[in-house]
């Protein structure tokens, strides 16, 4: 304030009840602050007054705003930070602007709004990708092990990203293998829309269980078997049909010596070996012969 004689004071306050002070009032936010004064002469009547010290917001139309990153599809919304720098300050969110977002859930181009609040005012643009979601790195169930039938076998398989379970035809394509013979089948996963990228699973098809003879001999029974596709078989022996069972290894035949004269239960399943470990079929029915 000017044009006040020589020798006058000056007081302060910024409510109408508020206590009179020399310091004089300042704002350093955006807004509008109401100051009231009063100036003092020996000589001369008491001024009293008001005025406003107005704080404009800063524009945000000439800040920058660093490149965001590719982002990668979730199935939810995907909400980015972003650096915000107005000359050499580096504003805050929360403080300074506020975010919001459109198309920011499915695969292409997202765009947010940055708001100017507090001391800044106006919005800008800025957008990001979101990309597809390689099929690589879900998680696949359903492929269980089955039994060799002679016919073409296309299990369903479930396919999850998180807690969402994928929808055939719309986020991926299956194509399936011969899968007729007894060893492994193969179901190709090829990514749709927002998912991208194939992989190959497999799962294992093992011989049905097996026809079985069974003769007996004198102190031996002569054990026959056939599957389609085996590998070998593995024999199951006991005296009782629930007693212990021993266990032999056979091709498609085999004589097991045993005592005279007593009554053994038999059953039969065959395994393909498959990666170097042998994969086993169901047990046949159990069939019980004495020995000669």
């Given amino acids: 304030m000017s044009g006040y004689p020589t020798g006058s004071s000056i007081h302060y306050r910024t409510s109408p009840s508020g206590v009179w002070t020399t310091k004089k ?11 009231y004064y009063k100036i003092e002469h020996p000589n001369y009547k008491a ?10 917001p800063v524009s945000l139309l000439s800040a920058t705003v660093a490149t965001i990153p590719n982002k990668t599809y979730t199935g939810g919304q995907i909400k980015p930070s972003v650096t915000v720098k107005l000359g050499k300050t580096t504003l805050k969110e929360g403080k300074d602007y506020k975010l919001s977002y459109t198309k920011n859930t499915a695969v292409g181009k997202a765009t947010i709004q940055i708001t100017g609040i507090g001391n800044y005012t106006g919005s800008i643009k ?10 690589s790195g879900l998680s696949y169930s359903g492929l269980t092990t089955r039994s060799y039938t002679g016919k073409r076998m296309n299990p369903a398989v479930v396919i999850k990203y998180g807690k969402t379970t994928l929808k055939r035809g719309k986020d991926y394509t299956v194509k399936y293998g011969k899968n007729t013979s007894v060893g492994k089948g193969t179901v190709q996963i090829t990514g749709k829309g927002n998912y991208a990228g194939t992989v190959v699973k497999n799962f294992k098809i093992v011989p049905k269980a097996p026809s079985v003879s069974v003769k007996a001999a004198k102190g031996k029974l002569q054990v026959s078997m056939k599957a389609v596709g085996a590998s070998g078989y593995q024999i199951a022996y006991a005296t009782s049909s629930k007693g212990k069972w021993n266990y032999t290894m056979s091709g498609s035949s085999k004589t097991i010596k045993l005592s005279r004269n007593k009554t053994y239960y038999v059953k039969v399943r065959a395994y393909k070996t498959i990666d170097g470990k042998k994969c086993y079929g169901s047990y046949s029915s159990l069939k019980h012969v004495k020995t000669k």
């Avoid at 009032?25 to 100051?35: D, Q």
């Fill in 25 to 35: 009032p300042l704002r350093a936010s955006a807004g509008t602050t109401k100051v």
């Fill in 47 to 56: 001024i009293t007054g008001s005025a406003n010290i107005t704080v404009k």
């Fill in 126 to 135: 800025k957008s990001f990708t979101i990309v597809k979601k390689n099929i």
